[in-house]
């Protein structure tokens, strides 16, 4: 009964330990095609965003989720070196749409031989959309959407179900052991005692 018990045990550790290890996954370390910083048109074309927000945490980097408003970089990675040899623009509005929302910073297009965007505004609270714009034929054209100090519940959802259905398994295996007939008997034993 022993064995059993220590066996469903490690199960539900090694359970437990998978589920976990998947939500804490950090930005820097998937692949190009997970990164969900990265945008892609067409087959070669993609371009990447970082944002920084160096007075809260100087190391940090953070993509569609900004953890506090405030001063903001913006940094756009031209993966693609085609990129490099057109005029790209950057234009970051509050709310969603290009032309009627308010325009917090605007970047003219500009060749970037280097492949590196950079770029300084200043964000509340509430949602942003970042637009990359190339001139080229056909236009090139990427949209990032940006929530600023705002909770996002599908996220802590997902890092959040790991743990309880750890502690559901734990809990289960716990009902189950004190259930079994050899906890009955040595519970028995004891109280004739």
Same mark, same amino acid.
């Given at each position: 009964?022993?064995?059993?018990?220590?066996?469903?045990?490690?199960?539900?550790?090694?359970?437990?330990?998978?589920?976990?290890?998947?939500?804490?996954?950090?930005?820097?370390? =998937?692949?190009?095609?997970?990164?969900?910083?990265?945008?892609?048109?067409?087959?070669?074309?993609?371009?990447?965003?970082?944002?920084?927000?160096?007075?809260?945490?100087?190391?940090?980097?953070?993509?569609?989720?900004?953890?506090?408003?405030?001063?903001?970089?913006?940094?756009?990675?031209?993966?693609?070196?085609?990129?490099?040899?057109?005029?790209?623009?950057?234009?970051?509005?509050?709310?969603?749409?290009?032309?009627?929302?308010?325009? =917090?910073?605007?970047?003219?297009?500009?060749?970037?031989?280097?492949?590196?965007?950079?770029?300084?505004?200043?964000?509340?609270?509430?949602?942003?959309?970042?637009?990359?714009?190339?001139?080229?034929?056909?236009?090139?054209?990427?949209?990032?959407?940006?929530?600023?100090?705002?909770?996002?519940?599908?996220?802590?959802?997902?890092?959040?179900?790991?743990? #309880?259905?750890?502690?559901?398994?734990?809990?289960?295996?716990?009902?189950? #052991?004190?259930?079994?007939?050899?906890?009955?008997?040595?519970?028995?034993?004891?109280?004739?005692?």
């Amino acid at each position: 009964m022993n064995k059993q018990v220590i066996q469903a045990g490690a199960s539900a550790l090694a359970l437990i330990a998978a589920l976990y290890g998947g939500a804490a996954a950090a930005h820097g370390r =998937v692949s190009l095609e997970e990164d969900t910083c990265m945008r892609r048109l067409g087959d070669n074309s993609m371009v990447h965003l970082s944002a920084y927000q160096p007075q809260y945490e100087p190391s940090d980097q953070y993509c569609t989720d900004i953890p506090k408003e405030g001063n903001t970089f913006l940094v756009v990675d031209l993966v693609d070196p085609a990129l490099r040899e057109i005029p790209i623009g950057i234009r970051v509005v509050r709310g969603t749409n290009e032309t009627e929302d308010e325009t =917090v910073t605007y970047l003219r297009p500009t060749y970037h031989p280097d492949g590196v965007i950079k770029g300084e505004t200043s964000l509340g609270k509430g949602l942003y959309t970042v637009f990359i714009t190339g001139e080229a034929v056909p236009p090139v054209y990427y949209q990032y959407p940006l929530r600023v100090e705002m909770i996002n519940y599908a996220k802590t959802f997902r890092s959040a179900i790991g743990p #309880l259905i750890g502690l559901l398994l734990l809990s289960l295996l716990a009902y189950k #052991l004190m259930q079994s007939s050899r906890v009955k008997r040595w519970r028995s034993s004891r109280d004739s005692e």
